[in-house]
């Protein structure tokens, strides 16, 4: 069975940092690409940033960069979102996903994490 389980997601206060872990089972992780993913409540999903097989990381979003690096492990079949400088507006549920599929809706992604950033 594919599984994608994500964690590392909690309250923090603005400015703060967290660090989100996705572990892959049940597939040769290491021959696909990561996407991490975000959702919050009204908005459709929002690819934050994608990490290939390789290791080379391939994108980004805007409102992130700068602030949040994308890493993995294949020894480990994890993959990892380092969040810093958070701000109010990166609340939503993370979600990791491999890219067997041409878009972030289809792709097989995990249950999620929830990250809220509030004083």
């Known amino acids: 069975e594919v599984q994608l389980v994500e964690s590392g997601g909690g309250l923090v206060q603005p400015g703060g940092s967290l660090r989100l872990s996705c572990v892959g089972s049940?597939?040769?992780?290491?021959?696909?690409?990561v996407r991490w993913l975000r959702q919050t409540p009204g908005k459709g999903l929002e690819r934050v940033s994608s990490?290939?097989?390789?290791?080379?990381?391939?994108f980004y979003a805007d409102s992130v960069k700068g602030r949040f690096t994308i890493s993995r492990d294949n020894a480990k079949n994890a993959a990892y979102l380092q969040m810093n400088s958070l701000k109010t507006e990166d609340t939503a549920v993370y979600y990791c996903?491999?890219?067997?599929?041409?878009?972030?809706?289809?792709?097989?992604r995990g249950q999620g994490t929830q990250v809220t950033v509030s004083s």
């Open positions: 990490i290939e097989k390789d290791g080379s990381v391939t």
């Open positions: 049940g597939f040769p992780f290491s021959l696909y690409g």
């Open positions: 996903a491999i890219n067997d599929s041409p878009t972030i809706t289809t792709m097989t």
